[in-house]
């Protein structure tokens, strides 16, 4: 069963246009929001967060959208830029602390999104 | 560099053997996670440790287990290897009571089991 899905393996898009990352979830518990960058042979990195107080969150280019009632998010990513080629995994939670306590961030991650940007 | 250390950073062995994966955290964090990703899958929870403590578990095999030792180092013991068990494993960690439920994760170490 995923309870966070994101449903394109993969998206092209031209340099200088925007990428629209999508995500769905099912558990109406998740309360928090993540989006993650993955290069080739390294680590996930940590990219923009969104809280379920709020239905966008911006970080420079990037964008997250979040609509409660349809259980879905977004990412996006004006302008798009080559060296934002990358793997991006979509990620959601309980409220910080709540899953099982003090220190406890349980992510449930998406299977990713691979995002190629055409120079 | 997100601070956090995996050793080894490939790994090939054979079908029924044991090995161990480390994870060293970044400096002041108290959790540490472990993730499984495989073929085409996300990144599937395993197991998060809290300053020495067991903290919640998620899809873990009873083959695998894992601690956190006083320096806050982790180590995942995988035994009984299968064909798929081969997948990349990634710690990460953060600071308790993260207000951002940020993680920082390692480079993963690639696990293949021939």
């Known amino acids: 069963d995923q309870q966070v899905k994101q449903n394109s393996p993969s998206l092209s898009v031209q340099e200088g246009r925007i990428s629209i990352l999508n995500c769905d979830y099912t558990?109406?518990?998740?309360?928090?929001f993540l989006w993650y960058k993955k290069y080739p042979a390294e680590g996930p990195t940590f990219l923009i967060s969104?809280?379920?107080?709020?239905d966008k969150n911006e970080d420079g280019r990037f964008t997250v959208f979040l609509n409660k009632s349809a259980k879905h998010l977004s990412l996006h990513i004006v302008p798009s830029q080559p060296g934002d080629s990358a793997v991006y995994f979509c990620?959601?939670?309980?409220?910080?602390?709540?899953?099982?306590?003090?220190?406890?961030?349980?992510?449930?991650f998406g299977k990713g999104t691979k995002l190629s940007v055409i120079p | 560099d997100s601070g956090v250390t995996q050793t080894p950073k490939h790994l090939i062995t054979a079908t029924g053997q044991r090995v161990t994966l480390r994870c060293s955290p970044r400096?002041?964090?108290?959790?540490v996670y472990w993730y499984q990703q495989s073929l085409d899958q996300g990144l599937q929870f395993l197991i998060q440790?809290?300053?020495?403590?067991?903290?919640a578990k998620g899809n873990i095999l009873e083959r695998f287990s894992a601690q956190q030792f006083p320096d806050l180092h982790s180590e995942l013991n995988l035994s009984s290897l299968e064909l798929g068990d081969s997948a990349l494993y990634f710690c990460?960690?953060?600071?308790?009571?993260?207000?951002?439920?940020?993680?920082?994760f390692g480079e993963g170490s690639r696990l293949t089991v021939l």
């Open positions: 990460a960690s953060n600071r308790a009571g993260g207000s951002t439920g940020e993680l920082f």
């Open positions: 400096s002041g964090d108290l959790s």
């Open positions: 558990n109406s518990m998740f309360d928090y």
């Open positions: 990620a959601a939670s309980g409220a910080p602390g709540q899953d099982s306590g003090a220190g406890s961030y349980q992510l449930t």
């Open positions: 440790y809290y300053n020495g403590e067991e903290r």
């Open positions: 969104i809280s379920s107080i709020k």
